[in-house]
């Protein structure tokens, strides 16, 4: 191991590269410092990473509790230091900024550009993908409009983002101006750094709450400390800190579907961890919104509940490959639940090809995962939806 990264540890953080007299060459941020930091000695890059990394003599760093704090911690100390190596151009158009409008109902907003007049604004951002996917997970935790000052409380029923969870009702004129300041109070805590500051705030209102006997208010105030604490931020963690040539620990979830020309459809989840089947993580689903035969709507169906637990519960561990059964057209409507959920896992399908008896690959399989080991687990998913179908259909016909 090169003698910069032996003291990094695998956290969360911000790590910075120095060059000659400490001069702050380059800001990064990581899921897992260590592998991350590695990833510079270890691999080949472009030419402008590999001067960068010819000019690096010291590596620091800083722990956070998330990759989502890595990411606002980075944004503060580049606008603080400007790294040469962070600014790939001098023009401010080049970032991506969060900024929070001056109105009386504030809007969150991903913006480029100059700072516009009255407004606060967090950043600069390199990553647009990153940025997107911490909003993402941070409004489901602290919901917001984005309904321009005319159309507040004009809505006559809730707008698909309130539907879901992610606008408290701005558009209806459901939320009080005050709860709804509140959410941004909170919110803009988070992107100032101050979690600290943060969860005691909630800790109290949830307390002063639960004395004045509103209980619904103290339990969603409960909700928010339990997601701040559960923060599931696979979304914002890069290729290289998802080691995948190791198989220890490495979660694979296989997905499938059963049904009889649309009746008494399931879908099954099953899981391997480290190469092992993990039974006591499957899952199985019934389809709701679903009577048609129609394969491709119900895998929509069950991964947008799959992934909508994870993100509003904290629950069920992310992995690191989706499996489907299936060919393109599974494979796409899975990454469309999965792009839209704020997340970037990889999917690959298993077809059965034209003359059904070949197992066709749809999509890359990350490296140290073996095909052997994907058939196997899309047969397990299958032999697991068929049993659950098996047990509906008997549910059904005998009454219960």
């Known amino acids: ?153 004009l809505y006559k029923r809730l707008c698909f983002n309130a539907q879901i969870g992610l606008c408290p009702g701005s558009c209806t004129g459901t939320i009080g101006k005050r709860e709804y300041r509140r959410n941004i109070r909170n919110l803009r805590l988070f992107l100032q750094g101050k979690r600290d500051r943060l969860v005691k705030n909630l800790e109290r209102d949830m307390q002063m709450a639960a004395r004045a006997l509103y209980f619904e208010e103290a339990g969603r105030l409960k909700r928010q400390l339990f997601a701040l604490g559960h923060i599931q931020d696979v979304a914002l963690i890069s290729r290289d800190d998802i080691d995948t040539t190791s198989k220890r620990g490495v979660r694979i979830e296989g997905y499938d579907i059963s049904n009889i020309s649309g009746t008494s459809p399931v879908g099954a989840m099953v899981v391997s961890v480290g190469g092992r089947l993990a039974k006591d993580e499957y899952r199985k689903f019934k389809i709701r919104t679903i009577s048609q035969s129609d394969d491709v709507g119900m895998l929509e169906e069950m991964l947008s509940r799959r992934f909508l637990h994870t993100l509003s519960t904290g629950g069920w561990p992310l992995p690191v490959l989706v499996l489907v059964d299936g060919g393109k057209g599974q494979v796409n409507v899975a990454r469309s639940v999965i792009a839209e959920a704020g997340l970037r896992i990889p999917v690959v399908g298993i077809a059965k090809g034209p003359t059904r008896k070949k197992n066709e690959f749809v999509g890359k399989i990350p490296g140290g995962i073996k095909e052997a080991e994907l058939i196997l687990l899309r047969d397990e998913a299958h032999r697991f939806a068929i049993k659950y179908h098996k047990e509906v259909r008997s549910r059904t016909f005998i009454g219960k």
């Open 1 to 153: 191991m090169n003698k910069l990264v032996q003291s990094v540890p695998e956290t969360p953080g911000v790590y910075l590269f120095k060059g000659a007299k400490g001069k702050l060459l380059y800001v990064g941020k990581a899921g897992n410092l260590r592998r991350r930091v590695s990833s510079y000695f270890n691999k080949s890059h472009s030419d402008k990473t590999e001067k960068l990394v010819k000019e690096i003599k010291r590596v620091d760093y800083v722990k956070t509790p998330t990759a989502i704090e890595a990411l606002i911690l980075e944004a503060e100390l580049i606008k603080k230091f400007e790294p040469p190596y962070n600014f790939k151009e001098k023009d401010d158009k080049s970032f991506l900024y969060i900024e929070i409008t001056n109105e009386e109902y504030p809007r969150v907003l991903l913006v480029r550009g100059k700072e516009r007049p009255g407004g606060e604004r967090f950043g600069p951002f390199t990553s647009a993908s990153d940025v997107r996917s911490a909003l993402n997970i941070l409004r489901k935790i602290f919901p917001y409009g984005t309904h321009e000052a005319d159309k507040i409380g």
